[in-house]
């Protein structure tokens, strides 16, 4: 059935997206602004059926952050602490040990592995992370680390970006998750993380990551200062990264939670403003496979929803989520498997259990 458009300028929209024809920089603007969001998912579950039919994915993962001491500070992070501040911590390999083998008889199939910038932890730190979590899980993928810890890594050790990411795969470093660009802006980058990496080095250090064979997620922080402009800006510094490297598998639009934050004066985000972030990044990443819904962000029933207006994946069981509830999220901090198969299932689409690459993980 061909669609129906109460704002007419979506047809031309629609027209270029049934043609391949690649969206431009005023698309993604009109996009974002326009009051049409049915018309707009439309398009997007258009383009969404096109690459993925009625399979929606999730992944059976787990979620372990090794410290939450960090110099960066970032204004938007409730998970940060400082060395001495009540509820700091740092984890010995023996609590690394201890927090897989709690999950061990569940079949993980992915470690997502992230922390603060400890400066108190030294680079054979992060490389015996790799080594223990092989030793505990020796066919687990180890998907970890972002930009800024390669770039925080490169500093501490003198080594070259190249020689880390080498080092790091040697060890057992497989993919790496998509935090740390935030928003690609000089601008936001200067009021809210003026610590952190910047957009050329984030962009630098990723295409070294994806040229030494490592695939990558990316992602966009929004819902806090950033503009319009800015947020279809951002996309299309990730497509032109991606036509040059194909090394990005999924984006994930992630939704500002600014309790415990310096912004929590910042009202949370709308689920309209929620479902045209996945509907802009559906169409306008027209090489990158894979859009999130991540439900620890968006709440599982919005998750579920944005399996219609372009999402493809859910993400994970995670089975114990820090990041985003030290900053209030309502949703669970993990979910069964049977859970994820349920919202996928109650959303009309079949769901498949994929590795970090997407393959299908059969049963048994
Ligand atoms: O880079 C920090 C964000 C990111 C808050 O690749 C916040 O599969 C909302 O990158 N409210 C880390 N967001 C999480 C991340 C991620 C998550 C799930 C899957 C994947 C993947 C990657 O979390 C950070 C930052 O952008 N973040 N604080 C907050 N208060
Ligand atoms: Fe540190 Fe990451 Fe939080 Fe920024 S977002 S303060 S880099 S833990």
């Given at each position: 059935?061909?669609?129906?458009f109460?704002?007419?300028?979506?047809?031309e929209?629609?027209?270029?997206?049934k043609?391949?024809?690649?969206?431009d920089?005023?698309?993604?603007?009109?996009?974002?602004e326009?009051k049409?969001?049915?018309?707009a998912?439309?398009?997007?579950?258009?383009?969404?059926?096109?690459?993925?039919g009625?399979?929606?994915?999730?992944?059976?993962n787990?979620?372990?952050?090794?410290?939450?001491?960090?110099?960066?500070r970032?204004?938007?992070?409730a998970?940060?602490?400082?060395?001495?501040?009540?509820?700091?911590?740092q984890?010995?390999?023996?609590?690394?040990?201890?927090?897989?083998?709690e999950?061990?008889?569940?079949?993980?199939?992915?470690i997502h592995?992230?922390g603060?910038?400890?400066?108190?932890?030294?680079?054979?730190?992060?490389?015996?992370?790799?080594?223990?979590?092989?030793k505990?899980?020796?066919?687990?993928?180890?998907k970890?680390?972002?930009?800024v810890?390669?770039?925080?890594?490169?500093?501490?050790?003198?080594?070259?970006?190249?020689e880390?990411?080498?080092e790091?795969?040697?060890n057992?470093?497989e993919?790496?998750?998509g935090?740390?660009?935030?928003?690609?802006?000089?601008?936001?980058?200067k009021?809210l993380?003026q610590?952190?990496?910047?957009?050329?080095?984030?962009?630098?250090?990723i295409?070294k990551v994806?040229?030494?064979?490592?695939?990558?997620?990316?992602?966009?922080?929004?819902?806090?200062?950033?503009?319009?402009?800015e947020k279809?800006?951002?996309?299309?510094?990730?497509r032109?990264?991606?036509?040059?490297?194909?090394?990005?598998?999924?984006?994930?639009?992630?939704?500002?939670?600014?309790?415990?934050?310096?912004?929590?004066?910042?009202?949370?985000?709308?689920?309209?403003?929620?479902?045209?972030n996945?509907?802009?990044?559906?169409?306008l990443?027209?090489?990158?496979?894979?859009?999130?819904?991540?439900?620890?962000?968006?709440?599982?029933?919005?998750?579920?929803?944005?399996?219609?207006?372009?999402?493809?994946?859910?993400d994970?069981?995670?089975?114990?989520?820090k990041?985003?509830?030290?900053?209030?999220?309502?949703?669970?901090?993990?979910?069964?498997k049977?859970?994820m198969?349920?919202?996928?299932?109650?959303?009309?689409?079949?769901a498949?259990?994929?590795?970090?690459?997407?393959?299908e993980v059969?049963?048994?």
């Amino acid at each position: 059935m061909e669609p129906v458009f109460l704002d007419d300028k979506l047809k031309e929209i629609f027209e270029k997206v049934k043609n391949n024809v690649r969206l431009d920089f005023n698309d993604g603007l009109y996009l974002y602004e326009t009051k049409d969001l049915m018309g707009a998912a439309q398009i997007a579950n258009f383009k969404r059926r096109s690459l993925h039919g009625d399979r929606s994915f999730f992944i059976y993962n787990q979620h372990l952050n090794y410290t939450n001491i960090c110099r960066n500070r970032c204004l938007f992070c409730a998970y940060a602490k400082d060395y001495c501040e009540a509820g700091s911590y740092q984890y010995t390999m023996e609590d690394v040990e201890k927090e897989l083998l709690e999950k061990i008889d569940e079949p993980v199939n992915e470690i997502h592995m992230v922390g603060g910038l400890n400066e108190g932890l030294p680079y054979g730190y992060y490389i015996d992370l790799l080594k223990t979590i092989k030793k505990v899980r020796p066919d687990v993928t180890i998907k970890a680390f972002t930009a800024v810890e390669i770039d925080h890594l490169s500093n501490i050790s003198g080594k070259s970006v190249e020689e880390v990411i080498a080092e790091l795969k040697e060890n057992g470093l497989e993919m790496m998750p998509g935090g740390g660009a935030e928003v690609l802006s000089y601008r936001v980058h200067k009021k809210l993380f003026q610590r952190k990496i910047n957009k050329d080095r984030w962009l630098e250090i990723i295409e070294k990551v994806h040229n030494a064979g490592i695939k990558t997620n990316c992602t966009m922080l929004y819902g806090h200062i950033e503009t319009v402009e800015e947020k279809v800006q951002h996309l299309i510094y990730l497509r032109e990264l991606q036509d040059k490297t194909n090394g990005f598998i999924a984006f994930i639009p992630l939704a500002f939670h600014s309790e415990n934050t310096k912004l929590s004066h910042i009202k949370e985000t709308t689920a309209f403003e929620d479902l045209k972030n996945i509907i802009v990044s559906r169409l306008l990443l027209d090489n990158i496979p894979h859009i999130k819904a991540y439900w620890v962000m968006l709440g599982e029933k919005l998750a579920q929803t944005a399996l219609h207006f372009g999402a493809d994946d859910l993400d994970g069981t995670i089975l114990k989520e820090k990041i985003t509830h030290s900053a209030g999220a309502k949703s669970a901090v993990g979910h069964a498997k049977e859970t994820m198969i349920r919202l996928i299932e109650k959303a009309g689409m079949k769901a498949i259990e994929r590795d970090a690459f997407y393959n299908e993980v059969k049963a048994g």
